[in-house]
């Protein structure tokens, strides 16, 4: 059964830092490219940032370029979303993501998110 349990999230300060993690099990880990969403109350849930299998690769949101970092420990089937310089704008509900794709087509797994709240 694929599992993805995010931590880390909080309240924390404008201007502040929090280091999110996203545990995963149930599939070859190394094998999959993984992204933070993340969706604010009353919005549609958005792209924060993804990585490639091994990490060789990373995208990012407009909005967080330049303050968020995504990386990955492929010995731990864990990755992070390290946040720098946090705006209120960056509260929501974060969630991480892998797209696998079984003989039916490609499945989206979700976490249960954690929540992060940036105060003014």
């Known amino acids: 059964e694929v599992q993805l349990v995010e931590s880390g999230g909080g309240l924390v300060q404008a201007g502040g830092s929090l280091r999110l993690s996203c545990q995963a099990s149930?599939?070859?880990?190394?094998?999959?490219?993984i992204g933070w969403f993340r969706q604010a109350p009353g919005k549609e849930r958005e792209l924060v940032a993804t990585?490639?299998?091994?990490?060789?690769?990373?995208t990012y949101a407009d909005s967080v370029k330049g303050r968020f970092t995504i990386s990955r420990d492929n010995a731990k089937n864990t990755v992070y979303l390290q946040m720098n310089s946090l705006k209120p704008e960056d509260t929501a509900v974060y969630y991480c993501?892998?797209?696998?794709?079984?003989?039916?087509?490609?499945?989206?797994?979700w976490g249960q998110g954690t929540q992060v709240t940036v105060s003014s």
């Open positions: 149930g599939f070859t880990f190394d094998d999959y490219a």
């Open positions: 990585i490639t299998n091994i990490g060789t690769s990373t």
């Open positions: 993501n892998v797209k696998i794709t079984s003989w039916s087509g490609v499945i989206d797994y």
